[in-house]
């Protein structure tokens, strides 16, 4: 935390912790507009699941309040026991979440886009039974990880993924 972009800099601690890891943290407002932080519990690294959580977060963002609450996990063949870099956005009255699946990253990369929807943001979830909505095609690999954005009263989505004309790697991605 500091008072201006140049620091000095006070170290807060983590606002979450999980035991096996707590990537891919997003900032979204419920339909009653408390903010939340919503994150991926980095389980498969140890074989174990990968929940997406949501729990409540101070205004100033220094810190979460209550208790976590599971939004969803894989559960979905296409996601093979993967889901993480979830981005919400609201829109005619329902949350859409934008997730990754399957594996990142590599030459054996499995990774693909899923898209859920909740009429609140804590849920219930459910998938879109079309899912993936990316997945490979003849130009890119391994489309996931991304953001959704609106300019201009369009909406786009800003993803990570491998050229087929290159070579992947486990150490970066081509856009």
Same mark, same amino acid.
């Given at each position: 935390?500091?008072?201006?972009?140049?620091g000095?800099?006070?170290?807060?601690?983590? &606002? @979450?912790?999980?035991?096996?890891? %707590?990537?891919?943290?997003?900032? @979204?407002?419920?339909?009653?507009? +408390?903010?939340? @932080?919503?994150?991926?519990?980095?389980? /498969? %690294?140890?074989? +174990?699941?990968?929940?997406? #959580?949501?729990?409540? @977060?101070k205004?100033?963002?220094?810190?979460? &309040?209550?208790? +976590? +609450? !599971?939004?969803?996990?894989?559960?979905?063949? #296409?996601?093979k026991? &993967? =889901? !993480?870099? =979830?981005?919400?956005?609201?829109?005619?009255?329902?949350?859409?979440?934008?997730?990754?699946?399957?594996?990142?990253?590599?030459?054996?990369?499995?990774?693909?886009?899923?898209?859920?929807?909740?009429?609140?943001l804590?849920?219930?979830? !459910?998938?879109?039974?079309? /899912?993936? =909505?990316?997945?490979? /095609?003849?130009?890119?690999?391994?489309?996931?990880?991304?953001?959704? =954005?609106?300019?201009?009263?369009r909406?786009y989505? &800003?993803?990570h993924?491998?050229?087929?004309? %290159? !070579?992947?790697?486990?150490?970066?991605?081509d856009?």
């Amino acid at each position: 935390m500091a008072d201006r972009p140049e620091g000095p800099y006070r170290d807060l601690g983590p &606002l @979450m912790c999980e035991a096996d890891g %707590s990537i891919d943290a997003f900032p @979204m407002r419920d339909e009653q507009g +408390k903010l939340y @932080m919503i994150w991926k519990e980095d389980g /498969n %690294s140890r074989g +174990k699941p990968t929940p997406i #959580w949501a729990q409540e @977060m101070k205004e100033d963002r220094t810190g979460l &309040l209550g208790e +976590k +609450k !599971e939004l969803f996990r894989a559960d979905a063949p #296409w996601e093979k026991g &993967l =889901v !993480e870099g =979830v981005a919400v956005i609201r829109r005619q009255g329902y949350f859409y979440a934008f997730y990754a699946a399957a594996g990142c990253c590599g030459k054996t990369c499995t990774y693909g886009t899923g898209i859920a929807r909740a009429k609140s943001l804590l849920g219930p979830w !459910e998938k879109y039974p079309g /899912n993936p =909505v990316l997945a490979d /095609n003849d130009r890119w690999k391994c489309p996931g990880h991304g953001t959704p =954005v609106e300019k201009d009263g369009r909406f786009y989505y &800003l993803y990570h993924g491998y050229s087929t004309a %290159s !070579e992947p790697t486990a150490a970066g991605r081509d856009c």
